[in-house]
């Protein structure tokens, strides 16, 4: 029964180190790529585009000087454009 008892200890053993081993190489190989797709375009301006959080499921997209205002339906999951005003009409 000794030998049984040593057997068990080696394959408890075994088991610890093939999971150290997991557990490191698993979170030591992991890595981050980070892609700069600007659609093709060769322009070297920055997007002036910037998103404004309105009430009731509406939200506003600011972009060249206007101002684009969508609702989002939940129920349908869609997107649609109620408005398009110049910055300048909304002072």
């Known amino acids: 029964m000794f ?8 394959i408890r053993i075994t088991l610890v180190w093939i999971a150290v081993f997991l557990l ?18 060769t322009d070297t301006e920055p997007q002036t585009e910037s998103t404004v959080q309105l009430e009731h499921n509406h939200f506003g997209v600011v972009e060249d000087g206007y101002m684009k205002i969508y609702r989002y339906d939940e ?3 869609k997107i649609k454009l109620k408005k398009e005003t110049a910055l300048d009409e909304l002072e």
């Open 3 to 10: 030998e049984s008892e040593n057997e068990l200890r080696r």
């Open 24 to 41: 490191f190489g698993a979170c030591s190989n992991h890595e981050t790529v980070v892609t700069d797709h600007d659609g093709g375009s």
């Open 75 to 77: 129920k349908t999951n």
